[in-house]
């Protein structure tokens, strides 16, 4: 048996660090918004003979110098081009340039995401990670609520909340890192990544939760609370571990062979989970034993 509790300092100076690093980056440099947040044009063009290739088209669109160029191939020779610029002209020109490199190209729809409609997206995706956050650390809190000895039933809740935190800030860094020096950009996409994050990472704490719950009520006392916790993290760990590295092969899979419009929503869940896994063994069940230390501290003195 491992002695996973024993090394929860160790754990804390890590998840600080990388939280910290994450903080400082976010910032500093902020993230880089895409088209969903800052507005931007759509435009679906036809081609009469096969789609060029997205390298292609960049090279011909190269003079206009587009921002969050998004090419996406689509049914029957077409392609969504997406990027930041509402300008009537400037669609024009971009349009222009396609027809003269590609002749007999038709330009099927061209749609406006005004700015005030993604400002409003930008305000509820912040709402959904809010209200997702506190729907989990409610349900955690409900959950345990027949555990309330030797530790109090919303601290499950709390220490649930604070990995998914823990999770959230360090994905969100790291993409603050791409978007300053790759130009990655994040859009509704990368919210639903975020949203899938908390989901996964709740649920591999919960399983720990429901290990130390089990073992609380079959326990003779000859435990204490922190040994009960150490063996229910060992009696879940390799089902955590499996069940995260089973969805990261797909992930993986995905980044690599799934397409362009995917690859950040993959890269995003990649890190995530792979800290959400982390954070679920040393993180919070870390800080159900450290809340139960203290309080011992507070009744001795």
Not at 187 to 214: C, K, M, N, Q
Not at 224 to 232: A, M, T, Y
Not at 276 to 294: D, H, N, P, Q, R
Request: proline share 2%; aromatic share 12%.
């Amino acid at each position: 048996m491992f002695n996973i509790i024993s090394k929860t300092k160790y754990a804390y100076i890590f998840s600080g660090f990388l939280v910290a690093l994450s903080v400082f980056f976010i910032s500093t440099w902020g993230l880089k918004l895409g088209i969903d947040f800052v507005g931007g044009t759509l435009m679906e063009v036809k081609f009469e003979q096969s789609i060029p290739t997205n390298l292609e088209i960049e090279k011909s669109l190269k003079e206009f110098d587009l921002k969050s160029l998004i090419l996406q191939p689509a049914e029957n020779n077409s392609m969504i081009i997406r990027y930041a610029a509402e300008d009537d002209k400037l669609n024009q020109k971009v349009f222009g340039k396609i027809q003269e490199s590609y002749l007999g190209s038709q330009q099927l729809r061209v749609n406006f995401t005004n700015s005030s409609v993604s400002k409003e997206l930008r305000t509820k995706s912040i709402w959904a990670l809010f209200w997702a956050i506190i729907g989990i650390m409610a349900y955690v809190a409900y959950a345990f609520r027949k555990v309330s000895r030797p530790v109090s039933s919303w601290k499950y809740g709390a220490g649930a909340v604070i990995a998914l935190g823990h999770d959230v800030l360090i994905t969100v860094g790291a993409f603050s890192i791409l978007g300053h020096v790759y130009g990655t950009e994040i859009g509704i996409p990368f919210i639903a990544s975020l949203l899938t994050i908390l989901g996964f990472s709740v649920h591999d704490t919960i399983v720990v939760y429901d290990r130390t719950r089990e073992n609380l009520l079959k326990n003779s006392n000859k435990e204490n609370f922190p040994e009960i916790v150490n063996r229910s993290l060992n009696e879940t760990l390799t089902r955590s571990i499996n069940t995260s590295i089973s969805t990261l092969i797909v992930l993986v899979s995905i980044y690599f062979f799934g397409g362009d419009s995917i690859r950040d929503f993959a890269l995003a869940l990649i890190i995530g989970i792979s800290f959400g896994t982390y954070s679920s063994i040393f993180v919070a069940s870390a800080l159900l034993v450290t809340s139960y230390k203290l309080q011992i501290r507070a009744k001795k003195v």
